[in-house]
């Protein structure tokens, strides 16, 4: 009888440990992209002022700056991607648990 109810409880369980599973794995994701991300500002703010010191003229350092923030732009844009991603493969996931656990529940009334 113990067995059978240990039993019973981990299998009403298992969708709760598969939406704690899908979410933990959304924000690795998300962590992984921020440091990505977070490492690449790094490197292009060193870039930059290692170049900066190199100019000469105010065309030089306006140009630069353009390179610059164009750079960063499009390593925002990248991220905002990634992330975007990473939250609809999460929903995606969530939705089709969801959808199996109701089916389910329905199948055993």
Known sequence: MFQDMTKMMNESMGPFKDLVSIQTQMFE???????ECTKAFLEATMQQTQAIQKCKTPAELLELQQVYV????????SANAQNLKAMQDARAAVEKLAT???TRFTQSK
């Open 70 to 77: 164009k750079e960063l732009e499009k390593t925002l844009r």
């Open 29 to 35: 994701e998300l962590s992984r992209h921020q440091m």
């Open 100 to 102: 199996g656990s109701l």
